[in-house]
Nanobody
């Protein structure tokens, strides 16, 4: 049974930091690129960050460049996103997702990429 379980969400003040984690099970984690997405109320889901199978190739959206960092630990089947200097408009449900690529350097670069597996999300609320 495939599972992606996010944790680490919560309430934080603007300017603060949070580290989200996602633990994967039920599939070969190291064969999958991983992504962090978010969806704010009334808005479309967007890709925030992604990492290739080994984590050697990463992507972060322009809006979070310099503030968010994605990392993964294939030995622990986990992927993290460190979020610094959070803004109120970044209040959203954050999801991790996995997509299989045969190319070990491939990563999703858009919310429209067809991810294979999704977690249920963790809520991040940034207060002013």
């Amino acid at each position: 049974q495939v599972q992606l379980v996010e944790s680490g969400g919560g309430l934080v003040q603007a300017g603060g930091s949070l580290r989200l984690s996602c633990v994967a099970s039920g599939f070969s984690f190291s064969d999958y690129a991983m992504g962090w997405f978010r969806q704010a109320p009334g808005k479309e889901r967007e890709l925030v960050a992604a990492a290739s199978r080994s984590g050697g190739v990463t992507y972060v959206a322009d809006s979070v460049q310099g503030r968010f960092t994605i990392s993964r630990d294939n030995a622990q089947n986990t992927v993290h996103i460190q979020m610094n200097t959070l803004k109120t408009e970044e209040t959203a449900v954050y999801y991790c997702a996995a997509r299989y690529y045969s190319n070990p350097r491939a990563i999703p670069k858009a919310a429209s990429c067809g991810m294979d597996y999704w977690g249920k999300g963790t809520l991040v609320t940034v207060s002013s």
